[in-house]
Structure formats: structure tokens, C-alpha cells
């Protein structure tokens, strides 16, 4: 049973770059056909999907949020991570890393969520 855990800063200043890293344990980054994604939950407020990377490494992001977010990964770690440039408060929220549908609506697992707050 695949299994994901975020990591990074709990805590970004305003205009600061958001970084946060995924560990994938259970199944490869790699398996065919395999998407891995960011979603972000603002307190108060619905889930937000921001992106995913493919098994093949290519990515796809919300159009809303593509011209500051940038995914990667590190495959001999197994791991992927979210990149957020210039954020403000409304960037502040719990963010979760998942395994989902190749159309980005269904998401099968789930990281535990970690809390950031964007504040100087």
C-alpha cells in the first residue's frame, strides 16, 4: 500500500518561495501510468488541486496557480516536491500530497497534510 509524507517549513514569509518535499513508500514514483499530486485545503475552505507529475516525469498544473508553481522529483529518493514562489496569506493552508486519476478529479492516497502559514 503506497504512502505519502509531506515535509518542509511550517512557516513562509510573505514573498518567500514555499517549498515542500513528498516521500512515497509502498510503490515508485516510476509505475506506469502513476500520478502524483499536490492539493492545498485554505482554513475555512474546499480542497484546491495544484498539480501533478507524471510517472514519466512530465507536469501539469492549475491554470490558476502554473505561473508560480513549479513540481519536480527526485526518483532515487522516490520523492516529489511542490515549489510556490512570491506567496501571500492566502497561501496559507494545509497542503497534501496524494497518488490519483490520470484526470486529476479521483485521488486514492493521501499524505497526512501539513499546516503552512505564510506570515513575516
Known amino acids: 500500500q503506497v504512502q505519502l509524507q509531506e515535509s518542509g517549513p511550517g512557516l513562509v514569509k510573505p514573498s518567500q518561495t514555499l517549498s515542500l518535499t513528498c516521500t512515497v513508500s509502498?510503490?515508485?514514483?516510476?509505475?506506469?501510468?502513476?500520478?502524483w499530486n499536490w492539493i492545498r485545503q485554505p482554513p475555512g475552505k474546499g480542497l484546491e488541486w495544484i498539480g501533478c507529475i507524471r510517472y514519466s516525469g512530465s507536469t501539469v498544473y492549475s491554470p490558476s496557480l502554473a505561473s508560480r508553481t513549479s513540481l519536480s522529483r527526485d526518483t532515487s529518493k522516490n520523492q516529489f516536491t511542490l515549489q510556490m514562489s512570491s506567496v501571500t496569506p492566502e497561501d496559507a493552508a494545509v497542503y497534501y500530497c496524494t497518488r490519483g486519476s490520470s484526470d486529476y478529479q479521483y485521488f486514492t492516497s493521501w499524505g497526512q497534510g501539513t499546516l503552512v502559514t505564510v506570515n513575516s
Open positions: 509502498g510503490g515508485s514514483i516510476t509505475t506506469n501510468k502513476s500520478y
